[in-house]
């Protein structure tokens, strides 16, 4: 079973942005005892790289600020080194992929998970539609720990 | 006259912009940093509870809240007037030693690697810490090792990476676990190597840089840093030396409680940074610089072996006083090594196991200062309270406060010497944010830009009018 790392990112103080935080922070809950990773952080930066080069299946999970709120949407991500301007704080999940790849040899097979916010405004807790689709992302989550098991 | 901007300065934490004033020939008549954001923190905390300042003050930083947690806390002691236990003291430094590692990585690796390594005049589009991965994957590698690691520590100790709530008045709030311990102390062999391969690159690599070192803000100064009583480099304690241009000691082990009769604050025109200035001299030519550099001009010594014998290279090879903000680099990388050679010393203490980790006090002074060297020098917490403990007032002095005169200063030198008005090419431009990075200022990390890089240049003519701009992809 190869191991399977999920990073949940966003700003927990500005309400929806904090999606990945709170969704990260209930999978390790959930998946407790599993063969899981669970990295929680602010934001996306190039240590990630080392991590992600050492699981199979790396599943990231963000908020978006485009679509209906509480829309969940999932995408596999394949490695893509940046194009040009790429700032140490706008580090990109390819861009990761990209990196381990680079300097690790390897990278995982990878998916992206957001959840369209309502509210990115000050405060520390999600809008009801978008705390909602917490245990509808947890879920896929675990369906697909169970899948790589 | 026309007018040159660099709005953003980039690769720093915070923002800020530069302006450039140029003269009738396109040469350069003046120059002025300008510190574009503003956060408050004196203000508002006003009326909080004195205990929650640690928590409360350490959002001033994603990058260093570790230093801001220790200052406050500090503050917070003196306000309860206690002296906290001798392993809650090992404690702090230890985490602290894992901040300055953590950042100094950030600030070398991340944040200039990409001038040092991949050139001052490269393509912008590549000069950026990925591009520095594409092309010396090996110096990328060290540098996110040796940052973990760092990060590793704090984790291990206070159990959050980023704004942990462990430090807390009077001590920290558990005590240090063998297995944390022992994880730690396995991993320092590695780091210490890193460092010192990366030591050993550096220096091999300084001649490239002869025109930058020459003139990356070498003008006399001040400096100023934490040292002990026998005068050796000091991080999370001891008190504040002076020393002049000339490495004579002006003041010496300043106690936090008496910073205001060495260190006063100008306010600057267009910027919201505060300019501290070394009191008895006067503003502006009381200008001294903080940080690494500063640590290592004002120090005896390291006091651990490694450290040690780089401080004494370094300071046969540039002199007893370094004036070159371009050797930042070089003492951020000695003061990696001191850091990792003082963390492992402190975890060999039996005492740093003890469970006698916090004193409990209420208020029992209203005034309280905290002192420490953040990773970028002196950081100090200044707080007022009332008989029940609620704030009536603060002052906080960050590192890249008291560097704002240098800085300045430092900006104009490189602008003189590189850039010309006529024939405005990008890295001329990028050498004046370089010696704004060597210092590691951090204006502050509350937002950040997403997307593109904000680099922006505009050049007007003689009666303000815009002839050209620059703004990057």
Redesign the interface.
């Known amino acids: 079973m190869g191991k399977v790392l999920i990073i949940g990112y966003g700003n927990p103080l500005r309400s929806d942005d904090g999606f990945g935080w709170h969704a990260s922070r209930l999978i390790a809950r959930e998946l407790a005892g599993h063969d899981v990773e669970v990295i929680t952080c602010h934001q996306l930066t190039p240590e990630l790289a080392e991590p992600l080069s050492q699981c199979s299946q790396a599943v990231f999970i963000d908020a978006d600020a485009q679509g209906e709120p509480g829309e969940i949407h999932w995408r596999e991500i394949q490695a893509q080194a940046p194009s040009s301007s790429a700032l140490t704080h706008t580090c990109s999940p390819a861009g990761l992929l990209a990196g381990a790849a680079r300097l690790y040899g390897r990278c995982p097979q990878a998916v992206l998970i957001t959840v369209s916010g309502k509210s990115f405004d000050f405060g520390d807790s999600l809008s009801p539609v978008v705390s909602a689709a917490l245990p509808k992302v947890a879920d896929r989550v675990r369906q697909l720990v169970s899948a790589e098991g | 006259m026309r007018k040159i901007m660099i709005d953003a300065v ?2 720093i934490e915070g923002h800020a912009k530069v302006s450039i004033q140029l003269d009738d020939d396109g040469k350069v008549a003046d120059t002025q940093l300008h510190v574009t954001q503003i956060r408050g923190f004196e203000k508002f905390t006003e009326g909080r509870p004195y205990y929650e300042m640690p928590s409360i003050t350490a959002r001033i930083c ?1 990058i260093c809240p570790i230093s801001h947690l220790l200052a406050a806390s500090k503050a917070c002691d003196a306000i309860m007037s206690v002296r906290i236990p001798d392993t809650a003291v090992l404690l702090r430094e230890i985490l602290h030693c894992g901040q300055v590692v953590q950042s100094h990585a950030l600030s070398f690796f ?2 200039s690697a990409p001038d040092l390594l991949l050139g001052m005049d490269s393509d ?3 000069r ?3 591009g520095l ?2 092309k010396f ?1 090996d110096i ?2 060290d540098g ?2 040796l ?2 690691f760092g ?1 590793q520590v704090i984790e291990g100790l206070a159990k959050e ?2 704004h942990p709530s462990w430090v807390v008045p009077g001590g920290v709030n558990t005590p240090l676990e063998p297995a944390v311990r022992d994880k730690i102390l396995s991993g320092l062999p590695d780091a210490k190597a890193t460092v010192r391969r990366t030591l050993k690159f550096f220096k091999g690599n300084l001649d490239q840089f002869k025109e930058e070192i020459e003139h990356f803000g070498n003008a006399p100064s001040m400096y100023a840093g934490l040292v002990d009583a026998a005068g050796k480099l000091q991080l999370y304690d001891g008190g504040i030396r002076f020393k002049d241009a000339d490495g004579k000691i002006v003041a010496d082990h300043i106690a936090s409680r008496d910073y205001r009769n060495f260190i006063g604050e100008a306010a600057l025109a267009n910027s919201y940074l505060k300019a501290p200035y070394f009191k008895p001299v006067g503003f502006p030519d009381g200008v001294y610089r903080v940080g690494p550099l500063a640590r290592l001009n004002v120090a005896r010594s390291c006091g651990t072996s490694m450290a040690d014998a780089e401080f004494t290279e370094f300071h046969q090879r540039l002199g007893k006083i370094v004036p070159g903000s371009f050797h930042f680099h070089y003492a951020r990388l000695i003061e990696a090594l001191y850091g990792l050679e003082r963390m492992e010393a402190l975890l060999n203490d039996p005492a740093v196991l003890g469970r006698q980790i916090r004193a409990h006090a209420g208020v029992n002074c209203q005034e309280g200062v905290g002192m420490i060297e953040a990773p970028r020098g002196i950081l100090i917490h200044h707080y007022k309270v009332n008989e029940e403990g609620a704030i009536t007032w603060a002052n906080l002095i960050v590192a890249t406060g008291h560097n704002n005169l240098a800085i300045n200063r430092s900006i104009h030198q490189v602008a003189q010497h590189f850039v010309d008005g006529n024939h405005l090419q990008e890295g001329m431009l990028n050498r004046v944010s370089a010696v704004v990075r060597a210092y590691d200022p951090c204006f502050s990390c509350s937002t ?6 904000a680099m922006h240049i505009q050049l007007f003519g003689p009666q303000g009018s815009l002839l050209d701009e620059l703004k ?2």
């Open positions: 980039t690769r994603g991340h944040l912008p589009a590549q950026n810490v990925l991965l594409e994957p990328a590698r996110i090792a940052r973990k990060q990476r980023i950040h830009a997403s997307g593109q890089i990057s992809a």
